[in-house]
T-cell receptor, first 112, second 114 residues
Framework: GESVGLHLPTLSVQEGDNSIINCAYS??????FIWYKQESGKGPQFIID?????DKRQGQRVTVLLNKTVKHLSLQIAATQPGDSAVYFC???????????FGTGTRLKVLA | EAGVTQFPSHSVIEKGQTVTLRCDPI?????LYWYRRVMGKEIKFLLH????????ESGMPNNRFLAERTGGTYSTLKVQPAELEDSGVYFC????????????FGPGTRLTVT
């Protein structure tokens, strides 16, 4: 599988605890944001998205929070499970463009 | 429904050689994107096709990279001649709609240039 890089920030969480992964985005004109999960040897998989007219969105076991004032995005995972171990990327999209700008990623390790 | 597929999964070539990566998007997706992740850094946009037309190739690093999407179906990304710094993972993604909306990613092609 793909190596995730020597300097990737890592978050270690006990199984069953909640995880919070943070991301600072770069462009104040970005109006759409996505969290992706990447497991070893696989491509990024969609987790949850949020538009800039919202500050919170909930999915199944996941919540995304958006703070436009400080250009900050977070992903909360409730009751973290071993299967949640992966690298998590935030991505931003500016209205009128088609490309995503990705953050550097955070590796989540779930401890049994 | 089949997802985005990429071929090969891994390629090892020598500096100066040529490599062609292939991406098959999800059927019916007009939008196709190439991204890459080098040296464990962030995933970076390379270019975007709508059908067979290049809409945005602002992320292409230099003229050693050539992307095509003849017929608006699958796409190829050729690197000629390859350099050491081209090593990384090349991802393809597709989407039904352009702009804000989920892009579906393939598993990536790991390119190693020695």
């Amino acid at each position: 599988g793909e190596s995730v890089g020597l300097h990737l920030p890592t978050l270690s969480v006990q199984e069953g605890d909640n995880s919070i992964i943070n991301c600072a985005y770069s462009n104040s004109a970005s109006d759409y944001f996505i969290w992706y999960k990447q497991e070893s040897g696989k491509g990024p998989q969609f987790i949850i998205d949020i538009r800039s007219n919202m500050d919170k969105r909930q999915g199944q076991r996941v919540t995304v929070l958006l703070n436009k004032t400080v250009k900050h995005l977070s992903l909360q995972i409730a009751a973290t499970q071993p299967g949640d171990s992966a690298v998590y990327f935030c991505a931003e999209n500016q209205a009128g463009t088609y490309k995503y700008i990705f953050g550097t990623g955070t590796r989540l390790k779930v401890l049994a | 429904e089949a997802g985005v597929t990429q071929f090969p999964s891994h390629s090892v070539i020598e500096k100066g050689q040529t490599v062609t990566l292939r991406c098959d998007p999800i059927s019916g997706h007009d939008n196709l994107y190439w991204y890459r992740r080098v040296m464990g850094k962030e995933i970076k946009f390379l270019l975007h096709f709508v059908k067979e037309s290049k809409q945005d190739e602002s992320g292409m690093p230099n003229n050693r990279f050539l992307a095509e999407r003849t017929g608006g179906t699958y796409s190829t990304l050729k690197v000629q001649p390859a350099e050491l710094e081209d090593s990384g993972v090349y991802f393809c993604a597709s989407s039904l709609l352009g702009g804000a909306g989920e892009q579906y990613f393939g598993p990536g092609t790991r390119l190693t240039v020695t």
